[in-house]
């Protein structure tokens, strides 16, 4: 398990961009989170990190070792979930919790917490699949991988859950840094982006290309 903390930060402006990889897709069928990763974003920055494996209690399938490369093997030493969720979520504390494609990770999230605290975080997710569909409209793909090459973001240890976090929390910095060109009058912070995911794309201006501003339009 490893981390690093922040200070003197307000938590309003801090996003929490999480990852799992886990043993399926749905917690509802008995799936559980195998690795957690999250990368602390504030004012485009990393400033703080928290990375763990977690051990489900039982063996995962070798499809899943092949896709991210955790085995059975690193996984029988390493800590549970009664261990490590408390923790993240003490980590996280107040801040914008942010995935990629962030039902998933969400679901996961909230099942882990339940089963560790016996409590839920209800808070809202920022989705920055969803942001990327109305920001990069002329993407071809919205997949992270996809993002982090068309926006020169260097891809280490893909569907490891730290360094998916970290190129996640990348791509929101940038999604950040143009919103703020193309809306120089408003605050671009946790609420805004929560309601301009949920906005028509046709109704929004494509901002993919750099230097973009309503002026040029």
């Not at 309003?12 to 195998?34: M, Q, W």
């Amino acid at each position: 398990m490893t981390s690093s903390s922040f200070s003197n930060v307000v938590a309003s402006d801090v996003y929490a961009v999480l990852d799992f990889e886990t043993s399926g897709l749905n917690p509802d069928h008995g799936h559980r989170a195998i690795e957690i990763g999250i990368s602390l974003l504030c004012e485009g920055q990393e400033i703080g990190t928290f990375s763990s494996l977690i051990n489900p209690g039982f063996k995962v399938d070798p499809f899943i070792t092949g896709l991210t490369g955790i085995s059975n093997q690193m996984l029988a030493s390493a800590p549970s979930a009664q261990e490590v969720m408390p923790k993240a979520f003490e980590f996280v504390g107040d801040a914008h919790l942010v995935a990629h494609n962030a039902s998933f990770d969400r679901k996961f999230w909230r099942h882990e917490l339940r089963r560790t605290l016996g409590s839920d975080d209800e808070r809202r997710y920022l989705c920055t699949l969803m942001l990327s569909r109305r920001i990069f409209q002329s993407f071809d793909s919205h997949r992270l991988g996809a993002i982090a090459r068309k926006l020169g973001i260097e891809i280490h240890d893909s569907h490891r859950a730290l360094a998916d976090a970290q190129v996640t929390a990348q791509a929101l910095a940038i999604m950040i840094e143009r919103l703020r060109a193309a809306h120089s009058s408003e605050h671009i912070d946790g609420l805004f982006l929560q309601k301009y995911q949920r906005k028509v794309k046709s109704s929004l201006p494509d901002l993919t290309r750099v230097g973009y501003c309503l002026e040029q339009v």
